[in-house]
């Protein structure tokens, strides 16, 4: 009996925390809400895992583009060292061409 009251008591209790429209809704016309409310969240669910496969090729995008922003500079660093070694060489070049004018 006890079990009874109580399980009543439950069951009052959780239709106060319906609201007065809903409770007052026919059940079809609740059915009808709650397969709309389901279709709804499935379709945002759908657009959450489209937008989320975008966040993530945007991600890979732009660990892409860092390497590549890595890249260029290696190879700016790497030509201006070859640079100064080609302006080495010339120089040598011409200090051997003026010796070599210098001894004929």
């Known amino acids: 009996m006890k079990e009874k009251l109580r399980v009543e008591d439950l069951i009052e209790s959780g239709l106060t925390n319906v609201p007065d429209d809903i409770r007052d ?3 079809p016309d609740v059915r ?10 499935k379709n945002e669910q759908v657009r959450n895992n489209i937008f989320e496969r975008k966040l993530d090729g945007a991600r890979m ?3 892409k ?3 590549i922003i890595q890249e260029i500079s290696d190879l700016q ?4 060292q070859r ?8 120089r040598e070049k011409e200090r051997e061409t003026a010796y070599a004018k210098a001894i004929e």
């Open 25 to 27: 809704t026919s059940l």
């Open 32 to 41: 009808l809400k709650l397969v709309n409310t389901a279709l709804a969240y």
């Open 61 to 63: 995008q732009l660990k």
């Open 65 to 67: 583009r860092e390497s």
């Open 77 to 80: 660093e790497e030509n201006g």
């Open 83 to 90: 640079t100064k070694e080609l302006d080495k060489m010339e």
